[in-house]
Structures are given as C-alpha cells and as structure tokens.
C-alpha cells in the first residue's frame, strides 16, 4: 500500500528557530506539491516540483521559507526563522503526470510556533 | 480573492438521504475539478475527479456534476453513511489549459451523516 510519508508528525518550536519538514513522495511519482493548511485561508499552495525541478513556488513567503528535492525520493521544506504566524498543518503530497492527475497526500505536519 | 468557495461550512444529513455539496469558482481557465475527503489528523485523500468536457461523472455512491456554464460543481452522495462524515474539499486545476497539475483549494464543507 504505497503512502506518502512525512516527518515530523508533530513539531512545537519557539520563535525564530529553523523547521525542516520532510516527505517521501510515492515510489515513481514525478509531481511532489507542499500546501499548507489554516483555519483562515484553508489549503494553500505552497511548492510545486516535476521531475525533481522546482515549477512553481509563487504561493512560499520567500524570504523565509525555502523547499528542495535533493533526490526523488526525498522533498523538504525548510522555515528558517519560523514565526507564530507559520503554526499550520504542512501536507506534502505526490502525484504522476500523463497517467492520473489524482495527488496523494501525506498524513501532514503540525507545527507550532510559540 | 477565492478562485474556489464552498459556501457552506457544515451539512447535516440523514443516514440513507442524500447529501449535496457545492462548489463554485470564479476562474475560467479551470478545467480539470476534483473532489477530496478529509477525516481528522489525516490528509485529503481523493474521491472522484471531473474534466471539462463531461458534466457528470459517477463512482458507485458518489456522483459530480458540473456546470460550466455557471461555474459550479456539485457532489452528490447516496445513500449517505456515517462513514462518509469528513471534511469534504472541492479543488480545480488548468491542468490541460496550463500543463500545470497544481490545485485550487476551496475552504471545505463539513458533512455529518447522522444515523
């Protein structure tokens, strides 16, 4: 049963410290996305990468968040310094172009930012 | 500016009746709607998905409708279940018009089914 995996489930910080959140996009997967969910804006898009290459990332705040994917099976989202307002639940999800346009998701990350 | 709105926070409903969720969006160059469930400290997992050029698509109890038209896609589930209680999350995409797979979230509808 393939998933899409993240790491940390949970994770409470204080202000101005770094936050890397990771995912394991399903095996042969080439569409890896990071959204980030609040009460006030809902499910937003944050990251979007094919094949590995960042396509689009209009939706990050860029002077603090940063996302890579240093091998396929391997995507990361990074907040360095994190500030409250970045408490949120993080999903990261995959998907395959050409065959199904479905995008899986990961259990997500909560993160709290004190 | 919500390019997707769910109008309807919450839906109550009946085991057995049916339950209709609705979703309404502003942007033209969509053409590709899909519906997703969430259950509590879960991601969205998907549920059924529409292109543009059907106006409906069905999948055992679970039917979408769209109206391009009037830019709006309703999910029709029946008989409901208790179940089905979730978050339910309408999304769009350009994706033939764009190449772009990226989705359009709307806020969600929180549907109980009540036994």
């Known amino acids: 049963d393939a998933r899409v995996t993240q790491t940390p489930r949970h994770k409470v910080t204080e202000m101005g410290q770094e936050v890397t959140m990771r995912c394991q996009p399903i095996?042969?997967?080439?569409?890896v996305f990071w959204y980030r969910q609040t009460m006030m804006q809902g499910l937003e898009l944050l990251a979007y990468f094919r094949n590995r290459a960042p396509l689009d990332d209009s939706g990050m705040p860029k002077d603090r968040f940063s996302a890579e994917m240093p091998d396929a099976t391997l995507a990361t989202l990074k907040i360095q310094p994190s500030e409250p307002r970045d408490s949120a639940v993080y999903f990261c999800?995959?998907?395959?172009?050409?065959?199904?346009?479905?995008?899986?998701f990961g259990p997500g990350t909560r993160l709290t930012v004190t | 500016d919500q390019q997707v709105k769910q109008n309807s926070p919450s839906l109550s409903v009946q085991e057995g009746r049916i339950s209709i969720l609705n979703c309404d969006y502003t942007n033209s160059m969509f053409d590709y709607f899909l519906w997703y469930k969430k259950y509590p400290a879960e991601g969205p997992t998907f549920l059924i998905s529409i292109s543009s050029i059907k106006d409906k698509n069905e999948d055992g109890r679970f039917t979408v409708f769209l109206n391009k038209s009037a830019k709006h896609l309703s999910l029709h589930i029946v008989p409901s279940q208790p179940g089905d209680s979730a978050v339910y999350f309408c999304?769009?995409?350009?994706?033939?018009?764009?190449?772009?797979?990226?989705?359009?979230f709307g806020k969600g509808t929180m549907l109980l089914v009540s036994p």
């Open positions: 999800a995959s998907g395959r172009t050409g065959l199904s346009y479905e995008q899986y």
């Open positions: 095996l042969g997967h080439n569409t």
């Open positions: 999304a769009a995409s350009s994706l033939f018009n764009s190449g772009y797979s990226t989705l359009t």
